[in-house]
């Protein structure tokens, strides 16, 4: 095992044995409402959150049940919050998904105003500006948690596979989008089986993996304040699923 792998299985939550799926999503209140207690506040003084990685994907995975349910809540969309948040704000989550039309993410995990930074791309593909944009929670807010969500039957993945396999380029700025999937389609390439979706999961895969060794993301996740999860969205069920956590911690 080399030095990146190594670190990598260090800070792997479900892959190592960590956090089990039962331990990550919380339990319905008594009063079966569902609704959410406001986002906690950064602690300005440690430059923590006071919600810890953990803490944040329990937050997340309950409203993702509620909305596959069909028991959404529609949380903090008032008028007294929109005021309020005029001013500041504390996310407590960055969410990196696909611009698809069907997996918005404050709806997906049932979340308002204020909840989270989402960050959206064809594939969850990133590149400078976009890490940029990922690091801002952490960095500026003390957010605890970046969710990296590929969905079923990503239509950026497809068009990849296609022009691949059919030696047809795209346009320009969509190709850069198909270079920046292929290594994951080559990996999935490899595997066989349904290599849209498996590369689907790769592609969300290698993003996590690549925010993990983050030079500015790093300090944050060895001291604990800051957890990764690659996830994956189901269409056809509306449920949000664990591939993989990083620098998730019990609590």
């Known amino acids: 095992m080399n030095d990146f792998s190594r670190r990598m299985a260090l800070r792997s939550g479900l892959a190592t044995g960590g956090l089990g799926l039962a331990a990550l999503v919380p339990a319905v209140s008594a009063s ?72 918005p993410p404050e709806t997906v995990f049932d979340q308002g105003l204020g909840s989270m930074f989402v960050v959206r791309t064809g594939a969850q593909t990133v590149d400078g500006l976009v890490t940029g944009s990922i690091e801002y929670g952490p960095v500026e807010h003390a957010t605890p948690l970046i969710v990296v969500m590929g969905h079923q039957r990503c239509g950026a993945v497809k068009a990849t596979v296609e022009s691949i396999e059919h030696h047809h380029p795209l346009p320009p700025h969509l190709n850069a989008v198909v270079d920046s999937i292929r290594p994951a389609y080559e990996r999935a390439r490899r595997h066989g089986g349904d290599v849209v979706d498996r590369t689907i999961r790769i592609q969300t895969l290698r993003t996590v993996a690549a925010l993990a060794v983050d030079p500015v993301l790093v300090p944050k996740i060895d001291k604990g304040v800051l957890g990764l999860v690659a996830a994956y969205y189901s269409l056809d069920t509306g449920r949000v699923s664990v591939l993989r956590t990083v620098g998730m911690r019990p609590s």
């Open 32 to 103: 079966g409402s569902g609704r959410l207690a406001p986002a906690a506040h950064p602690d300005t003084s440690t430059g923590t959150h006071t919600l810890t990685p953990a803490q944040a994907w329990r937050r997340l995975a309950r409203g993702n049940h509620a909305w596959a349910t069909g028991a959404r809540t529609c949380p903090d969309e008032d008028l007294p919050l929109r005021h309020e948040l005029a001013h500041e704000q504390h996310p407590f989550a960055v969410v990196v998904s696909c611009i698809d039309s069907r997996v």
